[in-house]
C-alpha cells in the first residue's frame, strides 16, 4: 500500500516546480555558468555604478575596446587549450611582431611592414608547433621557452627604444580607427570571434582539434592526423597573437617589446572562464570572448569604483577562482 | 560451401615476426559473410597480432589477406577501413566530449556548403542507430552514457563507416548480463544483414551462443577450424589452454589442505565489481583465484587492499573485524598487494631500486625525523640478497632492470613490511620462465612461514603449481571452492572457471 502512495507528492512536486526552475535545469551549468556569471556582474555594477557612468556608451565602447586585442588572442588560445596544449609565448610574440613591423615599415613601406610582422607568427607559430607536435615536446616547455627568447630578441634589437609608426595608413586600419562611433579594434576582435567561433564548432578542422584534445588515441584511431592538428593549431595561436602585435602597434602608433607581456595569462584565463576544459576536447569560442569581456567588466567597474590596481588585481583573482570553482561540478 | 559468392575475409599464410621472434606461422583464416567466427587462443596464441594485421595496424611478413574477393594490401588503418573492415574496440575508441552522432561520424561529417551539417549527421546518425534497432539518442554526449551504450556506439560508428566486417574483442567484458543479451541480439540483426562477424572471447558459453565457427590459434599457428557442432567445449578448452607445459614446471605436488589458523575471513564481501565474496585463508595457505576477465578477481584484490570501497560484507583479520578504508589501513592490517600493473602500480620506475624497496618501510627508516642514509642502504641490501635480485647498481633506476627482476623488487617491497596477508594480482605475467619458477618458489616458501597468500593469476599453470585451493570467481562472486588435489590439469582448471564439466 505505502509503496504505491509513495511517488505520488513526488510527481506532484515536479510537475508544479516553478519556471525558474525548469530553466535551470535546461542550462548546462558547467558550459553556461560565464554566461550567467556575466549578466550577474553586469547587473550589479549597472545598478551599484549607474551613477559613475558605467552604463554610459562611451564606457560600454570602452569596454569592448580595451578587450578587443585580449579577445583576439584568447581565440587561438581556445583552439590550443581545447587540443589540450598550452600556448605561453602569445604576449611575447605580439611584443616582436609590434617591433617588427614597426622597423619594416620604417624602413620598406606599409605592406612589407605588415607581412614582416605576420610573418613572425609564421615563424614562431611553426617552430612551437613542429616541437609539440613533431619531437612531442610538452608545449609548456615549448612555449615558455619561447616567450623568453621571443621577449629577448624583441628588446635585443631595439635596445629596448619603442619604434615609432607614423605610417597613418597603418595606425587607422590596425587600431586607431573607428567606423561611426564603432572602434576599429572591435571590428577586428568581432571577425576573429566569428571566424573562430564557426571554425571550431561547424568545420571538420574545429571537430578534430576537440576530438584530438580529447582523447589523441581514439582520435588517431578514427583517422584523424593528430600530429597536423597539434602543429595546426600552435600556428593558429601564434598567428592570431601576431595580429594581436598588429593591432598593439596600431593603436598605440609604435613597435615595443612590451606591448603584450602578460597577455598569456589573461588570454588563459579568459578562455578558463569561457568554458574551455583545461584538460582539452572541449571548447567555445563565444564562451571566451564572453571570459574576456567578464574581465573587463571588472576591470572597468573596479576603476570606476575607485578601487586601485593592487586591489583590482585581488579582487580579479577570487573572481576567477570562483567562477573556475562553480563550473567544475554540476 | 557450394556457393560462388567470395569470402568476407581470406588471410593465407599469414607471417609475422616481432625483432626476429615468430609471433605468427603460416596462420589462415577463412571468414563467410554473415557467419559469426569465434577466433580463439591462450596469451600469446597471436590472436591480436593476426587481428592487427588485419586492421592495418601491423604489416605482414608474408601472406595474403582478401576482403570480399579483393586483395587488401593496406598498410594503414584507413586503408582497411576503406575495404570493409571495423573494429569495435575494447579500449573504447570514442571521444568523451562529443556527442553521439559526433563519435559516429567523426572525421567524415557530412558537409554543407564546406561547414559540417550537424542537422543532417544527427538524423542519418539516428536512421543508422535504428536501423541496427538500438534505442540511444543521437544528440547525448558520450561521456554521459553508460559503458554498454558506448560499445553500442562504437558499433555503429564502424557501421557508419561500411564496415562489412567487425572485429569484437572481449566485447562482453565490461557489460552486466542484460547489456550482454542487448549485445548479442544486435549481433544478430547484423548477421542478418550480411555483415561477417570476428568474435573474440574467452567465453565458452558465449561463443556457443553466438558463434557459427570457431578457429583457435596455438603458439602462433592454426590448431583447428571447426563449425561448433562438431566440436565440443572440452575440446575447445583443451585446445586453448592444453599448451605444452614450460619446461620450469612440474605439476603440482600434492598439498595437504593448510591446517593453520583462519588469518583472513571475508564474508559477503561487496564492492564496485564484486558481488558477494565469501571465502577463508589459512595461515601457511596459497589460495589461487581464477576467472575470467571482467569476473570480479582484480576487483576483489583492490577492495582487500583498501582501494575501492567496501559497501557491504566483512573483513575479519586474526579474528577481529578490520576497516579497510585506504591502503594505509591495509597496511596496518598486515595485508599487502602486489598490484597487477607493476611499471604503473608498483614501481616509481625513474627512482633506484633501493628507494623503491624502501619506499613502504620509510617510517622506520628515520633518524632524528629524516631518512637514514645507511639505514636504507642495509635494509635494501638485506632484501636484494633475500629474494636474489640480479641488480648491477642498486643505485640505478629501476626501469633499467628485466621485467622478472623488477617483479622481485615489487615482491620484496611488501614482504619488507612483514605482512601476514599477501594478495598478488598477475604475479607472473610478463615476467621469463626462469622467473616465474621462481616466484613459484618464493610463494611456497612464504606459505611455509605462515603467511596467507592469495594469487589471481591467468596463468593457470603457475596457479596450479603454486596453490593450495582454488577459488573460481564468476560474475563477481566466488561461485566454487576447489582443493588442489582434485585440479590434476590446466584443462580442469579452465572448464571449471568456465563453468563446464570435466
Not at chain 2, 587492499?305 to 589501513?329: C, E, N, Y
Request: with cysteine.
Amino acid at each position: 500500500m505505502s509503496t504505491t502512495t509513495t511517488p505520488r507528492p513526488k510527481a506532484a512536486a515536479t510537475t508544479s516546480a516553478p519556471a525558474w526552475q525548469r530553466v535551470a535545469s535546461r542550462l548546462d551549468w558547467r558550459r553556461d555558468i560565464i554566461y550567467v556569471g556575466f549578466v550577474v556582474v553586469f547587473v550589479v555594477f549597472a545598478v551599484l555604478l549607474g551613477d559613475q557612468g558605467f552604463l554610459s556608451t562611451t564606457n560600454l565602447l570602452n569596454i569592448l575596446r580595451q578587450t578587443a586585442i585580449i579577445t583576439i588572442i584568447a581565440v587561438g588560445m581556445t583552439f590550443v587549450i581545447a587540443c589540450a596544449e598550452i600556448d605561453l609565448s602569445v604576449g611575447s610574440i605580439a611584443g616582436l611582431t609590434s617591433i617588427t613591423a614597426a622597423m619594416a615599415i620604417a624602413a620598406f613601406g606599409l605592406v612589407p611592414g605588415i607581412i614582416a610582422g605576420l610573418a613572425i607568427g609564421v615563424v614562431v607559430g611553426a617552430v612551437n608547433g613542429s616541437l609539440v607536435a613533431f619531437l612531442r615536446i610538452p608545449s609548456f616547455l615549448v612555449t615558455l621557452a619561447m616567450l623568453g627568447i621571443a621577449a629577448g630578441v624583441a628588446q635585443w634589437v631595439t635596445a629596448s627604444a619603442p619604434q615609432p609608426i607614423l605610417d597613418r595608413t597603418f595606425n587607422t586600419v590596425f587600431g586607431s580607427g573607428n567606423i561611426g562611433r564603432l572602434p576599429g579594434l572591435v571590428i577586428w576582435s568581432g571577425v576573429v570571434v566569428a571566424i573562430g567561433a564557426v571554425v571550431l564548432k561547424k568545420a571538420k578542422f574545429g571537430r578534430q582539434v576537440l576530438a584530438t584534445g580529447a582523447n589523441r588515441t581514439a582520435a588517431e584511431y578514427s583517422g584523424i592526423n593528430t600530429r597536423a592538428i597539434k602543429f595546426r593549431v600552435m600556428m593558429i595561436s601564434a598567428m592570431a597573437a601576431s595580429l594581436a602585435g598588429l593591432l598593439y602597434a596600431g593603436r598605440l602608433q609604435s613597435g615595443r617589446f612590451q606591448w603584450g607581456a602578460g597577455d598569456e595569462l589573461s588570454a588563459i584565463a579568459a578562455v578558463i572562464l569561457g568554458g574551455t576544459a583545461l584538460a582539452g576536447g572541449r571548447g567555445s569560442v563565444v564562451g571566451t570572448l564572453f571570459g574576456a569581456l567578464l574581465m573587463g567588466l571588472i576591470n572597468n567597474g573596479l576603476i570606476l569604483a575607485g578601487l586601485d590596481s593592487s586591489q583590482q588585481q585581488v579582487i580579479r583573482g577570487v573572481i576567477i577562482i570562483l567562477a573556475v570553482a562553480l563550473a567544475r561540478n554540476k | 560451401m557450394p556457393t560462388d559468392a567470395p569470402l568476407a575475409v581470406r588471410m593465407d599464410g599469414i607471417t609475422k615476426a616481432f625483432h626476429g621472434v615468430t609471433v605468427l606461422e603460416d596462420v589462415h583464416l577463412d571468414i563467410r559473410p554473415g557467419e559469426v567466427h569465434a577466433l580463439a587462443g591462450g596469451n600469446g596464441a597471436g590472436k591480436s597480432t593476426l587481428m592487427k594485421i588485419l586492421q592495418g595496424v601491423y604489416q605482414r611478413d608474408a601472406g595474403v589477406v582478401e576482403v570480399f574477393g579483393r586483395p587488401l594490401d593496406a598498410t594503414t588503418i584507413e586503408g582497411a577501413r576503406a575495404a570493409g573492415i571495423g573494429m569495435v574496440f575494447q579500449e573504447f575508441s570514442l571521444i568523451s566530449t562529443l556527442t553521439v552522432a559526433q563519435n559516429i561520424f567523426l572525421d567524415v561529417e557530412p558537409t554543407r556548403a564546406g561547414l559540417i551539417d550537424d542537422k543532417a549527421m544527427r538524423s542519418r546518425a539516428a536512421e543508422l542507430l535504428a536501423r541496427i534497432d538500438v534505442a540511444i539518442d543521437p544528440a547525448a554526449e558520450v561521456g554521459d552514457l553508460p559503458t554498454a551504450q558506448w560499445q553500442l556506439t562504437e558499433i555503429a560508428k564502424a557501421l557508419g563507416q561500411d564496415a562489412r566486417v567487425l572485429i569484437m574483442d572481449e566485447p562482453t567484458a565490461s557489460l552486466a548480463k542484460h547489456e550482454v543479451e542487448a549485445l548479442f541480439e544486435l549481433v544478430g540483426r547484423l548477421k542478418e544483414q550480411g555483415i561477417a562477424i570476428i568474435y573474440i572471447s574467452h567465453r565458452m558459453d558465449e561463443v556457443y551462443r553466438i558463434a557459427d565457427r570457431i578457429t583457435i590459434l596455438r603458439n602462433g599457428k592454426n590448431l583447428i577450424t571447426a563449425g561448433l557442432d562438431e566440436i565440443t567445449p572440452q575440446e575447445i578448452v583443451a585446445g586453448i589452454a592444453g599448451r605444452e607445459l614450460s619446461d620450469a614446471e612440474s605439476p603440482a605436488p600434492a598439498r595437504g589442505g593448510a591446517t593453520g589458523p583462519v588469518i583472513l575471513d571475508v564474508a559477503d564481501l561487496h564492492a564496485a565489481g564484486v558481488e558477494g565474496a565469501t571465502f577463508q585463508v589459512r595461515a601457511g595457505e596459497v589460495v589461487g583465484i581464477a576467472g575470467l576477465m571482467g569476473s570480479g578477481r582484480t576487483e576483489l584484490a583492490r577492495a582487500l587492499f583498501g582501494i575501492s570501497r567496501i559497501t557491504r560484507g566483512t573483513v575479519m583479520k586474526d579474528g577481529s573485524r578490520v576497516r579497510l578504508d585506504s591502503p594505509a589501513d591495509a597496511i596496518n592490517a598486515g595485508i599487502a598487494l602486489i598490484p597487477e600493473d607493476r611499471r604503473l602500480q608498483g614501481l616509481v620506475l625513474d627512482h633506484s631500486v633501493r628507494e623503491n624497496l624502501t619506499l613502504p618501510l620509510l617510517d622506520g627508516l628515520r633518524r632524528r625525523g629524516l631518512v637514514a642514509k645507511d639505514m636504507v642502504r642495509d635494509r635494501s641490501d638485506r632484501l636484494i640478497e633475500q629474494f636474489s635480485i640480479a641488480v648491477a647498481r642498486p643505485d640505478a633506476p629501476a626501469r633499467l632492470l628485466s621485467g622478472g627482476n623488477q617483479q622481485k623488487i615489487v615482491i620484496a617491497k611488501w614482504l619488507g613490511t612483514e605482512p601476514e596477508v599477501l594478495v598478488m594480482d598477475e604475479p607472473t605475467a610478463g615476467v621469463d620462465v626462469g622467473t616465474k619458477t621462481e616466484i613459484v618458489r618464493i610463494v611456497r616458501e612464504l606459505a611455509q612461514t605462515g603467511k596467507g597468500i592469495i594469487v589471481i593469476s591467468s596463468e593457470y599453470p603457475e596457479l596450479i603449481a603454486m596453490c593450495d585451493r582454488f577459488l573460481i570467481m564468476r560474475n563477481g562472486r566466488v561461485v566454487e571452492t576447489i582443493g588442489a588435489e582434485r585440479v590434476a590439469s590446466e584443462v580442469e582448471l579452465e572448464l571449471a572457471v568456465q563453468g563446464l564439466a570435466a
